[in-house]
């Protein structure tokens, strides 16, 4: 089903203009207890042409890790079926504008986000604005999903916007989630409700090995100025978790168009990465990691990379 399909059924007529940025995710392993004695590194590269390449090596990566060298015991590549939990922010900043009730951009950004699922991936879906609401009863293939956002149309947003403590309660509450699964937010980067800290719960996506990948809305200009830090927030957000950030507005006319060419790539990243296992003692304490391609090859083929520069201790 194309992006346009989908977004005529809401019936909301926009445009939107994308920017995605690839990623590279570093932290400790969390699916089982004695992953832990050996940290690792989950990366994302695409070359110049934003297709992911498949065959890196060790030789052609060097890791350092608080400005020392750290071996590289294992390269391999991870395409196993994720889990990906969808956030859609459902409170009153969602709205159209001030003037106007109803849902914005959030329900084009939703449909998107879950068009942009992985087909092997199963999904959950959650609103949020004061208390988090599961839409989903259980992990669930992408078409009903996609119904699932659709039926969102019939609710109003409403309330205050608990970001932070809302991620919180997925990472607590969807024990099925594992090591390279990924959460989607749809939201303006607004938090005026959470009682966590965006830096707790950073810590504790990196800690746990779940991206974050935030669709982030800019329908108006920025009402106050918590929404407009909070939108600025979102990249370093995503970012240090492995994730990207995917900007959706309202005033760009071929926006629609590149996020159809730019799909596949978010697909291809959330839906593969590699596992670089380090050589080097249990990670005690939060610790500063710089990833970098030593192959010249490599170098003028791979596109920019973007990573997480911690490793956590394991939750």
């Keep these: 089903m194309m992006v346009e399909g989908i977004l005529a059924r809401i019936l909301v007529a926009v445009d939107l203009c994308v920017y995605v940025i690839t990623a590279l995710l570093v932290l400790p392993c969390f699916a089982a207890e004695s992953d832990c004695s050996a940290p690792t590194v989950l990366l994302n590269a695409f070359d110049k042409n934003l297709q992911l390449e498949r065959d890196l090596r060790a030789e052609d990566i060097k890791v350092d890790v608080n400005g020392k060298h750290a071996s590289i015991l294992s390269v391999s590549f991870d395409s196993n079926p994720r889990r990906i939990v969808l956030m859609v922010d459902s409170s ?7 003037e106007h009730r109803g849902w914005g951009l959030a329900l084009p950004a939703a449909a998107y986000a879950a068009y942009v699922v992985p087909p092997s991936a199963s999904s959950e879906l959650v609103t949020f604005s004061d208390k988090l609401h599961r839409e989903s009863s259980e992990f669930e293939n992408g078409k009903v999903l996609q119904e699932r956002v659709f039926d969102l149309a019939r609710k109003q947003p409403n309330g205050f916007t608990s970001l932070f403590d809302s991620v919180h309660q997925v990472l607590a509450e969807f024990k099925e989630l594992r090591s390279g699964d990924a959460i989607y937010i749809v939201t303006d980067g607004g938090d005026n409700k959470s009682r966590i800290s965006r830096k707790r719960v950073m810590e504790e996506l990196i800690s746990h090995r779940i991206r974050a990948f935030v669709f982030l809305i800019q329908q108006r200009p920025p009402l106050t100025e918590e929404e407009g830090r909070g939108a600025l927030d979102m990249y370093g957000f995503a970012e ?17 168009e590149q996020l159809d ?28 990691v710089k990833v970098q391609f030593v192959n010249r090859d490599r170098k003028h083929t791979t596109r920019n990379l973007v990573y997480s520069q911690q490793i956590m201790p394991c939750p």
């Design 92 to 98: 009153g900043s969602m709205e159209a504008s001030p």
């Design 240 to 256: 240090s978790t492995g994730g990207a950030v995917v900007q959706i507005t309202s005033d760009d006319p071929a926006g629609r």
């Design 261 to 288: 060419n730019l799909a596949p790539q978010i697909i291809a990243q959330v839906q593969g990465v590699y596992r670089l296992e380090l050589g080097i003692s249990e990670v005690k304490k939060n610790s500063r």
